[in-house]
């Protein structure tokens, strides 16, 4: 796309079609999104957010809290979602934060509103934080937490050079979501849609059902099989879900 934070991870941009953004969890990249966007079909045009600091932007500084983060993103954002008029917001664990955030700041300084934001895999805004905060873990302890999550081939994290800069990259993200602060009454008015893997160690179907006290519009949750990476292995059903509701949002 010839911006520094949006990715196009659809073939290619289709008049009328509903835009899809999408927002990667902690350590994550645009192209974390690559099998959902395969499975989410043609009709869609899908984009996917660079953090500073990884892959093609590795040499751009960390942003190191998730308001600075937004502030960055908004800009490209807003000429994004200005053009396609129909669009949603997808997050995954961090991701889903710097979504809610991103939908709250279009709302109130472009007008714009998303037909749908899906939060996936992450606890609700306002929950409070669990007693151990990550990016205070040693070099040891956050590479063995890595290969218990899932998601980071262990492969990489035996290698010196990669390992370093893989948890140089998780650890200001965790900072980042761990030093994040919401009030209960942090709204949207778009419909939320929360989902979760039923044996994720990180969110539980309970804790993501606070989500839909955070929206003044319509809240749907639903739990897959698998731990904090299930989106991977459920990318058909999870699929279908994005397209069924962005569908009714769309006829509302």
Not at 190 to 197: D, E, F, L, T, W
Request: aromatic share 8%; net charge negative.
């Amino acid at each position: 796309m010839g911006n520094s934070w949006l990715r196009r991870l659809s073939p290619s941009q289709r008049d009328g079609s509903h835009t899809l953004v999408c927002f990667p969890h902690a350590g994550g990249a645009a192209l974390s999104f690559g099998p959902l966007a395969e499975c989410i079909g043609p009709e869609y045009e899908v984009l996917a957010l660079q953090y500073p600091g990884r892959q093609d932007r590795r040499r751009e500084p960390l942003v190191g809290n998730i308001s600075d983060l937004v502030e960055g993103l908004l800009p490209e954002l807003i000429a994004a979602v200005g053009d396609a008029q129909d669009f949603s917001l997808i997050g995954h664990s961090m991701g889903s934060v710097v979504a809610f955030e991103a939908c709250r700041r279009l709302e109130r300084e472009s007008g714009a509103s998303a037909r749908v934001l899906f939060a996936s895999g992450r606890r609700a805004p306002s929950a409070p934080l669990p007693e151990l905060r990550m990016h205070l873990l040693s070099d040891r302890e956050l590479g063995e937490h890595l290969l218990r999550f899932g998601g980071t081939p262990s492969v990489l994290l035996d290698d010196p050079e990669f390992r370093e800069l893989i948890l140089s990259i998780v650890r200001n993200d965790y900072r980042a979501i761990e030093t994040y602060e919401c009030s209960t009454d942090a709204m949207v008015s778009s419909p939320i849609v929360a989902i979760v893997g039923d044996s994720d160690p990180d969110a539980s179907l309970a804790e993501i059902e606070v989500w839909g006290s955070h929206t003044t519009g319509s809240f749907f949750a639903k739990s897959f099989p698998g731990g904090h990476f299930f989106i991977d292995a459920n990318c058909g059903p999870i699929g279908q879900l994005v397209r069924d509701h962005c569908a009714r949002a769309l006829s509302r």
